[in-house]
């Protein structure tokens, strides 16, 4: 079952104009104050990296262009507190990739 993506309130995106070089992606606006309120409401959603508070943001390819939703996916933790990545299996020819 997927999980449904957050999306942050006050980051709209649009497709880039149709006269546009081909390196424009699209445009992106930021409402400050509706983005500033979102966050506020959204404290959990925030990470941290080197002490610093930072919002964690997956870019998509959405209907109207580039799409921004909050990226939730976190290592496995275990008992022992270490973090570990989950390993692909490998096939029984060592050859093979392992996808």
Same mark, same amino acid.
């Given at each position: 079952?997927? !999980? +449904?993506?957050i999306?942050? &309130?006050?980051?709209?995106?649009?497709?880039?104009?149709? @006269?546009?070089?081909?390196?424009?992606?699209?445009?992106?606006v930021?409402?400050?104050?509706?983005?500033?309120?979102?966050?506020?409401e959204n404290?959990?959603?925030? !990470? +941290?990296?080197?002490?610093? &508070?930072?919002?964690?943001l997956?870019?998509t390819?959405? @209907?109207?262009g580039?799409?921004?939703?909050?990226?939730?996916?976190?290592?496995?933790?275990?008992?022992?507190?270490?973090?570990?990545?989950?390993?692909?299996?490998?096939?029984?020819?060592?050859?093979?990739l392992p996808?």
């Amino acid at each position: 079952m997927a !999980t +449904e993506r957050i999306k942050p &309130k006050g980051i709209v995106t649009f497709k880039p104009n149709e @006269k546009a070089p081909s390196f424009v992606k699209g445009t992106m606006v930021i409402n400050i104050t509706d983005f500033q309120a979102w966050l506020n409401e959204n404290k959990n959603l925030l !990470t +941290e990296y080197q002490g610093r &508070k930072q919002l964690k943001l997956q870019i998509t390819e959405g @209907k109207y262009g580039l799409e921004f939703s909050v990226d939730t996916w976190k290592p496995n933790t275990d008992r022992d507190g270490s973090t570990s990545v989950p390993q692909y299996q490998q096939a029984d020819d060592d050859n093979s990739l392992p996808f």
